[in-house]
């Protein structure tokens, strides 16, 4: 398989490129971060974003997707993570797509996916309880409760969570807190009784919520797929995720990388331009080189998971943890040839690092992607 992109995809990723650098740039991100912006991201941005395909690039055609894959789906989070755009993309057009395409019924499919391509619904994915990324381990309980269930316990980093018009939660209905059997999805209305949700804005400047559900009833017809077999379905929903972070950490890579070029162009001491430095150019080098490994592994985890590659879960965690230390080392290096003013405001390359440093850790970092390709290969 050549790891290359076919003229649909190339468009797409022109296409994406231009819109989030014309409609979407680092600016932007000042603007809602200085404006204490209540939603923590342009609405009518969305709305543009829905217009142009993006919101259901990866969703099928028959319920109003663009059925690109995600390939494409990766093209635009890369284009997101070279601006630091703010946008619900990855929460409710992967995440939460993937999961309802994954284990939804046809009537779900028929209800949700449409209204997530129009951008006029932003689903939210309720899965993690515990301060480091442990999909598996769910604590909260949905108990049997006349045709349906009662749901009780939380989730305290719900990405969107705060402006999600439907949750998908992972409770357990049996087994005990660490069985991968026993997990279900559940379709659950924010405004229901007994859910709370909190706002948590994070140090990239972007939102998850804290969700509380306390005795919150839902009906048997709120079941994404079937009881006790969420599991499958929400590490689905979770490699598309990851995959579309590593394509988003490429791109805060890619674009630290060429702020930083650039830097070292302009940049005089001692008379000369710092570019010139041989020490320098060699670490540039270096950086160039991981950044292209990294651009390698995250197509053949996007262009697997499109294949249905049986590997694709390799794939998908060799890429997320690649690109979370490349995005480490690209955005540490930029600061360092930044010098001090790289970490204050006047300078983009801070912000860089601070949405490298939470990409890196979201479901899951190098070190629980290394174990994930452990137990994959029976080690």
Same mark, same amino acid.
Request: charged letters at 20%; hydrophobic letters at 45%.
């Given at each position: 398989?050549?790891?290359?992109?076919?003229?649909?995809?190339?468009?797409? !990723?022109?296409?994406?490129?231009?819109?989030?650098?014309?409609?979407?740039?680092?600016?932007?991100?000042?603007?809602?971060?200085?404006?204490?912006?209540?939603?923590?991201?342009?609405?009518?941005?969305?709305? !543009?974003?829905?217009?142009?395909?993006?919101?259901?690039?990866?969703?099928?055609?028959?319920?109003?997707?663009?059925?690109?894959?995600?390939?494409?789906?990766?093209?635009?989070?890369?284009?997101?993570?070279?601006?630091?755009?703010?946008?619900?993309?990855?929460?409710?057009?992967?995440?939460?797509?993937?999961?309802?395409?994954?284990?939804?019924?046809?009537?779900?499919?028929?209800?949700?996916?449409?209204?997530?391509?129009?951008?006029?619904?932003?689903? +939210?994915?309720?899965?993690?309880? !515990?301060?480091?990324?442990?999909?598996?381990?769910?604590?909260?309980?949905?108990?049997?409760?006349?045709?349906?269930?009662?749901?009780?316990?939380?989730?305290?980093?719900?990405?969107?969570?705060?402006?999600?018009?439907?949750?998908?939660?992972?409770?357990?209905?049996?087994?005990?807190?660490?069985?991968?059997?026993?997990?279900?999805?559940?379709?659950?209305?924010?405004?229901?009784?007994?859910?709370?949700?909190?706002?948590?804005?994070?140090?990239?400047?972007?939102?998850?919520?804290?969700?509380?559900?306390?005795?919150?009833?839902?009906?048997?017809?709120?079941?994404?797929?079937?009881?006790?077999?969420?599991?499958?379905?929400?590490? +689905?929903?979770?490699?598309?995720?990851?995959?579309?972070?590593?394509?988003?950490?490429?791109?805060?890579?890619?674009?630290?990388?060429?702020?930083?070029?650039?830097?070292?162009?302009?940049?005089?001491?001692?008379?000369?331009?710092?570019?010139?430095?041989?020490?320098?150019?060699?670490?540039?080098?270096?950086?160039?080189?991981?950044?292209?490994?990294?651009?390698?592994?995250?197509?053949?985890?996007?262009?697997?998971?499109?294949?249905?590659?049986?590997?694709?879960?390799?794939?998908?965690?060799? +890429?997320?943890?690649?690109?979370?230390?490349?995005?480490?080392?690209?955005?540490?290096?930029?600061?360092?040839?930044?010098?001090?003013?790289?970490?204050?405001?006047?300078?983009?390359?801070?912000?860089?690092?601070?949405?490298?440093?939470?990409?890196?850790?979201?479901?899951?970092?190098?070190?629980?992607?290394?174990?994930?390709?452990?137990?994959?290969?029976?080690?």
């Amino acid at each position: 398989m050549a790891l290359v992109l076919n003229d649909e995809q190339r468009m797409v !990723k022109e296409s994406a490129d231009g819109f989030f650098a014309e409609n979407a740039p680092v600016a932007q991100l000042r603007k809602l971060r200085d404006g204490a912006d209540a939603t923590g991201f342009d609405r009518g941005l969305w709305a !543009k974003m829905a217009e142009m395909g993006f919101a259901g690039v990866a969703i099928p055609e028959q319920f109003g997707g663009a059925g690109l894959g995600m390939v494409a789906a990766g093209l635009i989070q890369e284009a997101i993570g070279r601006n630091l755009s703010l946008s619900p993309f990855l929460s409710s057009a992967v995440l939460s797509a993937t999961a309802i395409g994954k284990g939804g019924s046809e009537e779900q499919k028929a209800a949700l996916l449409p209204q997530i391509a129009s951008g006029e619904l932003i689903v +939210a994915l309720a899965a993690d309880e !515990k301060a480091r990324h442990q999909p598996a381990t769910i604590s909260t309980r949905a108990e049997a409760s006349g045709n349906g269930f009662r749901l009780t316990g939380g989730k305290p980093f719900v990405l969107d969570g705060h402006v999600a018009d439907r949750l998908i939660v992972a409770a357990r209905t049996s087994g005990a807190e660490t069985d991968t059997a026993g997990i279900t999805l559940f379709l659950v209305d924010p405004k229901a009784a007994g859910v709370s949700i909190a706002r948590r804005s994070m140090v990239d400047s972007r939102n998850a919520a804290d969700i509380g559900l306390d005795g919150v009833q839902v009906d048997g017809a709120d079941v994404l797929g079937e009881i006790g077999g969420g599991f499958a379905i929400l590490e +689905a929903a979770l490699d598309a995720g990851r995959a579309c972070l590593a394509a988003e950490l490429l791109g805060v890579s890619a674009q630290s990388f060429e702020t930083t070029v650039d830097y070292l162009k302009q940049r005089d001491q001692f008379g000369v331009k710092i570019g010139t430095f041989q020490a320098l150019q060699h670490r540039a080098a270096h950086l160039f080189c991981e950044i292209e490994l990294a651009r390698s592994v995250t197509l053949k985890a996007l262009t697997a998971l499109d294949e249905g590659d049986a590997r694709a879960p390799l794939f998908v965690a060799l +890429a997320k943890a690649k690109t979370g230390d490349v995005a480490k080392l690209a955005t540490n290096e930029a600061v360092q040839m930044h010098g001090g003013i790289g970490m204050t405001d006047e300078f983009d390359i801070g912000f860089y690092m601070k949405r490298a440093r939470a990409a890196a850790e979201t479901f899951g970092d190098a070190a629980f992607q290394g174990d994930r390709v452990a137990q994959l290969l029976d080690y």
